[in-house]
């Protein structure tokens, strides 16, 4: 196929900081077919804050500490490489390229929605303050909006009253870092860990709490970084978990950690779609996570691949049960893998994608 027929893709966002949609988006932009289509990466931030690889696709930053300031950039942008498809990720983007579609109306404009935001916003403060229409006017403004779980597809569709044929679910896709594990872990110090922020919504606190009542020997594995991490590394004081725990606020070799460890520990109160916590499945490792909205009950099995709890005393029930099982890692992976398969998930992009070009 010559490049003139390919369909130009152009995907948007904020920064490639360390973050779900960030590391989801930049990957599906890179994995497309590159024999259908010529996909760009447009970046408001700056390249000196990237901590994902990014290779074999066009990149331009725009070196914008704000979405806001990137406006006119992004129009400039457009003018002049002409996509057919624009995707971008999170809100105050997404309110964004719906007012830019205005300008554009031949371009077919495309919004990753990243979490619940009727149950986040009850949880953290937004630090976006948008005049009361905004959001619902930008959101209408867009041909399609991809949502990450069931649940967030109902809140966003009640949240703006939008119609089913305007949503599309499609979950994130297990990429190629997170292989299997190459033997059973079995660890005489039972060795947990999260991946995730340093937030409230993830959590932290309550996972704490359910530890300092675990009465087996342990070590706990945090990895993240964030506006939490005075609050928790206090809460580890106070409960006297010091020694049990190391924190890393950023690595690369995440997968490592997850097949090391015998349990993935979430904490969160709402999610989008939990990409840590299916990643530990896809090595092998099984998990237990507080019953939420945003795609947890769509991942877990129980018993399958660990198990989902009520409050923190079911918590720590099913922590004792989960730290005695013989889990199987071949199971715990093809139970994720199956559905949430790197091919699978980009070939439903590259059909959404199509579609919108017909």
Same mark, same amino acid.
């Given at each position: 196929?010559?490049?003139?027929?390919? $369909?130009?893709?152009?995907?948007?966002?904020?920064?490639?900081?360390?973050?779900?949609?960030?590391?989801?988006?930049?990957? $599906?932009?890179?994995?497309?077919?590159?024999?259908?289509?010529?996909?760009?990466?447009?970046?408001?931030?700056?390249?000196?804050?990237?901590?994902?690889?990014?290779?074999?696709?066009?990149?331009?930053?725009?070196?914008?500490?704000?979405?806001?300031?990137?406006?006119?950039?992004?129009?400039?942008?457009?003018?002049?490489?002409?996509?057919?498809?624009?995707?971008?990720?999170?809100?105050?983007?997404?309110?964004?390229?719906?007012?830019?579609?205005? &300008?554009?109306?031949?371009?077919?404009?495309?919004?990753?929605?990243?979490?619940?935001?009727?149950?986040?916003?009850?949880?953290?403060?937004?630090?976006?303050?948008?005049?009361?229409?905004?959001?619902?006017?930008?959101?209408?403004?867009?041909?399609?909006?991809?949502?990450?779980?069931?649940?967030?597809?109902?809140?966003?569709?009640?949240?703006?009253?939008?119609?089913?044929?305007?949503?599309?679910?499609?979950?994130?896709? $297990?990429?190629?870092?997170?292989?299997?594990?190459?033997? $059973?872990?079995?660890?005489?110090?039972?060795?947990?860990?999260?991946?995730?922020?340093?937030?409230?919504?993830?959590?932290?606190?309550?996972? &704490?709490?359910?530890?300092?009542?675990?009465?087996?020997?342990?070590?706990?594995?945090?990895?993240?970084?964030?506006?939490?991490?005075?609050?928790?590394?206090?809460?580890?004081?106070?409960?006297?978990?010091?020694?049990?725990?190391?924190?890393?606020?950023?690595?690369?070799?995440?997968?490592?950690?997850?097949?090391?460890?015998?349990?993935?520990?979430?904490?969160?109160?709402?999610?989008?779609?939990?990409?840590?916590?299916?990643?530990?499945?896809?090595?092998?490792?099984?998990?237990?996570?507080?019953?939420?909205?945003?795609?947890?009950?769509?991942?877990?099995?129980?018993?399958?691949?660990?198990?989902?709890?009520?409050?923190?005393?079911?918590?720590?029930?099913?922590?004792?049960?989960?730290?005695?099982?013989?889990?199987?890692?071949?199971?715990?992976?093809?139970?994720?893998?199956?559905?949430?398969?790197?091919?699978?998930?980009?070939?439903?992009?590259?059909?959404?994608?199509?579609?919108?070009?017909?």
């Amino acid at each position: 196929m010559n490049t003139s027929s390919k $369909i130009k893709i152009t995907f948007i966002l904020p920064s490639l900081r360390a973050g779900g949609a960030e590391r989801v988006m930049s990957y $599906i932009a890179q994995s497309l077919d590159r024999n259908k289509f010529s996909a760009s990466l447009l970046i408001v931030g700056f390249e000196k804050d990237a901590v994902f690889d990014v290779k074999n696709i066009d990149i331009k930053y725009l070196n914008k500490n704000r979405v806001l300031h990137a406006f006119f950039p992004i129009t400039g942008y457009l003018q002049k490489r002409k996509p057919q498809i624009v995707v971008s990720a999170i809100t105050h983007l997404n309110i964004m390229m719906g007012i830019q579609s205005i &300008l554009f109306p031949q371009i077919k404009f495309v919004g990753r929605e990243v979490s619940v935001w009727s149950v986040l916003s009850k949880i953290e403060k937004s630090n976006r303050n948008f005049p009361n229409f905004l959001p619902k006017f930008g959101y209408k403004q867009l041909d399609k909006i991809i949502c990450q779980s069931i649940d967030m597809a109902n809140d966003i569709g009640s949240k703006y009253n939008l119609q089913e044929n305007e949503l599309i679910i499609i979950n994130n896709p $297990i990429s190629e870092k997170f292989q299997i594990k190459s033997k $059973i872990t079995s660890n005489s110090v039972k060795q947990f860990i999260t991946v995730g922020s340093l937030s409230k919504r993830k959590g932290h606190i309550r996972l &704490l709490n359910v530890l300092s009542k675990y009465l087996e020997p342990f070590k706990y594995t945090l990895i993240g970084d964030g506006d939490e991490f005075t609050t928790i590394m206090e809460h580890v004081k106070k409960l006297g978990l010091t020694d049990k725990i190391n924190h890393i606020p950023f690595t690369k070799n995440i997968a490592d950690y997850l097949k090391a460890s015998d349990v993935f520990l979430q904490g969160s109160y709402v999610e989008g779609f939990p990409n840590a916590l299916l990643e530990s499945c896809a090595v092998g490792t099984p998990v237990i996570a507080f019953k939420a909205p945003g795609g947890i009950d769509e991942i877990i099995q129980e018993g399958i691949n660990g198990y989902i709890a009520l409050d923190e005393a079911d918590f720590l029930i099913k922590l004792n049960t989960i730290s005695t099982k013989h889990w199987d890692p071949l199971k715990v992976r093809d139970s994720v893998y199956k559905k949430y398969n790197k091919n699978k998930i980009v070939n439903q992009y590259e059909e959404l994608f199509q579609s919108l070009n017909c």
